[in-house]
C-alpha cells in the first residue's frame, strides 16, 4: 500500500442507502435515479452501484437550493 501524498484527495464511496440518508429519500428512489442517469456511480465487481461522495453532497446543495414546488389545490387550479 502507497503513504498518502501530503495533499491527495481520495475518492470517499458511498452505498445506495448511505445515499438516500442524505438525500432523505428511500433506497429504492436512489436505485431508480441511477437506472435513470440522474445520479452518477459505479459499479463494483459485485454488481453494486457505488456514489462518489462529493457528487452526492453537491446534488444535495443543489436540492437544498432549489425553489420548492408550489402545490395549488385542484379547487383553486384554473381551467
Known sequence: M???QAGSRETVWMSRSEVAQVLEVAPVTVARWAAQGKLPYAMTLGG???FRREDIL?????LTQAPAARVVPK?????
Not at 379547487?75 to 381551467?79: A, E, I, L, M, T
Open 48 to 50: 453494486r452501484r457505488r
Open 75 to 79: 379547487s383553486r387550479r384554473s381551467g
Open 58 to 62: 453537491a446534488i444535495a446543495r443543489r
Open 2 to 4: 502507497k503513504p498518502k
